[in-house]
C-alpha cells in the first residue's frame, strides 16, 4: 500500500490549505485514515481522524474547529481542509491508513506545511 500527500507549501497566518492523501496498491482494507504531523525538534502528534466506513471524525484540540477531515471512498483518498492556519501548524504532515484495527500500519511521506507570521 502506497500513501502520497501532497498540497502543503508555505502561507501566512490566516490562510488555508487543503492536504490531500491518495492510497493505492495491493488489495487492502481501509478501516480509518488520519493526519498527523510532526514540527522540527517535537516528536510527531495526531491531528485528525476519520472512519471509513460511517465517517466519524476526530480531532486534537489544537485543530478543532479549524480543520476539517473527509473523505472520497471512490477515491482512496482523505482530505484535510486547514483553515485559520497559525505559526505554530507549522510541520511536516503525515496521512495514514489503518487497515487492520488498532493502529496505522501504513504511512506516507509527509508534506511540509509552513506558516509565516
Known amino acids: 500500500v502506497q500513501l502520497q500527500a501532497s498540497g502543503g507549501g508555505l502561507v501566512q497566518a490566516g490562510d488555508s490549505l487543503r492536504l490531500s492523501c491518495a492510497a493505492s496498491?495491493?488489495?487492502?482494507?481501509?478501516?480509518?485514515m488520519g493526519w498527523y504531523r510532526q514540527a522540527p525538534g517535537k516528536d510527531r502528534e495526531f491531528v485528525a481522524g476519520?472512519?471509513?466506513?460511517?465517517?466519524?471524525?476526530y480531532y486534537a484540540d489544537s485543530v478543532k474547529g479549524r480543520f476539517t477531515i473527509s473523505r472520497d471512498t471512490a477515491k482512496n483518498t482523505v482530505y484535510l481542509q486547514m483553515n485559520s492556519l497559525k505559526p505554530e501548524d507549522t510541520a511536516v504532515y503525515y496521512c495514514?491508513?489503518?487497515?487492520?484495527?488498532?493502529?496505522?500500519?501504513?504511512w506516507g511521506q509527509g508534506t511540509l506545511v509552513t506558516v509565516s507570521s
Open positions: 495514514a491508513l489503518d487497515s487492520q484495527a488498532g493502529s496505522y500500519d501504513y
Open positions: 476519520i472512519t471509513w466506513s460511517g465517517g466519524r471524525t
Open positions: 496498491g495491493r488489495t487492502f482494507r481501509t478501516l480509518r
